[in-house]
């Protein structure tokens, strides 16, 4: 069985442009998260808050991220896209949490097969209330768990770019020394 974390190519076009895998749907309210030593999907925790995610959420294969798992993105885009399915993907952002004490990055990109998204090359071109609902959801999605998490501005996609190739690098070195489950 293919590993989606380790066995799916990120892409040619690296850091900016490459293949998500999605793990949670977009307007769901359930937190699926690659099990990593198996690489299917396992059910994380249903929402305590009444919010569901604004965008398809899922991870860049073969990268490490600070928070020890895989670089998170959110892919904007017209649908719900079904977890597990690979999406090519633009980064077009990029929004930093602070999130039990470790950074958590999460790219923001655009599915570069929409032709209502795929135009989008900065995260300042989209319309300033759909920013407000990403990063609203993130301030809001712990609460009710008595959780408290920082979410930082968004910023340009040249800030992304660095966060993603330090997650492909780090994957590697880690990978190479066997400090990855499998």
């Not at 097969?113 to 989008?120: A, G, L, T, V």
Request: charged content about 25%; hydrophobic content about 40%; aromatic content about 10%.
């Amino acid at each position: 069985m293919t590993h989606p974390w380790h066995d799916i190519t990120p892409g040619e076009k690296l850091p900016g442009e490459f293949v998500a895998v999605i793990e949670i749907p977009m307007g769901s309210n359930v937190k699926y998260e690659l099990h990593k030593q198996t690489g299917m999907l396992k059910l994380d925790r249903m929402l305590y808050s009444a919010v569901y995610y604004p965008a398809n959420y899922g991870f860049i294969p073969q990268t490490f991220a600070e928070d020890d798992d895989p670089l998170d993105v959110l892919v904007l885009c017209q649908e719900a896209v079904a977890p597990l399915t690979l999406v090519e993907a633009r980064a077009i952002g990029l929004m930093t949490m602070v999130d039990v004490g470790k950074k958590d990055h999460k790219i923001l990109a655009v599915a570069t097969h929409d032709p209502e998204y795929n135009s989008f090359h900065d995260f300042s071109e989209l319309p300033p209330h759909r920013l407000m609902m990403v990063r609203r959801f993130f301030q809001d999605y712990k609460q009710l768990e008595g959780l408290a998490v920082e979410v930082d501005e968004f910023q340009a996609r040249e800030a992304c770019l660095p966060v993603i190739e330090q997650a492909l690098e780090r994957y590697s070195a880690h990978r190479r020394r066997g400090l990855l489950p499998t």
